[in-house]
């Protein structure tokens, strides 16, 4: 299993990233796909998911109507797209299949978002 989690920066608050997911060693259209955070100090969050079809999504509340999740299965990758953001939004975002076994104790390196003015 590999997960390379990309696309992260810096911005300013109220704007907008995208990061991706590009995911291999498993048949990535069969499994549902969640994206965590976390910051320093924090236990890794939850904050959405997205069905192996893509056509069922669920997000925490604190990134609910601002982020999208949305995934290419052609392409094996899975995007956030993250719009309004905000400075508590800072942390380092991974992405992990839903169980899948062989990804139990696996994470990516995860992209650094930040958030600040």
């Known amino acids: 299993v590999q997960l390379v989690e990309s696309g992260g920066g810096s911005v300013q608050p109220g704007g907008s990233l995208r990061l991706s997911c590009a995911a291999s060693?498993?048949?990535?259209?069969?499994?549902?796909m969640n994206w965590y955070r976390q910051t320093p100090g924090k236990e890794r969050e939850w904050i959405a998911g997205?069905?192996?079809?893509?056509?069922?999504?669920n997000y925490a509340d604190s990134v609910k109507g601002r982020f999208t999740l949305s995934r290419d299965n052609t392409k094996n990758t899975v995007y956030l797209q993250m719009n309004s953001l905000k400075p508590e939004d800072t942390a380092v975002y991974y992405c992990?299949?839903?169980?899948?076994?062989?990804?139990?104790?696996?994470w990516g390196q995860g992209t650094q978002v930040t958030v600040s003015s």
């Open positions: 992990k299949p839903y169980r899948l076994v062989a990804a139990r104790d696996y």
């Open positions: 997205i069905s192996f079809g893509g056509h069922t999504t």
């Open positions: 060693g498993f048949t990535f259209s069969s499994y549902a």
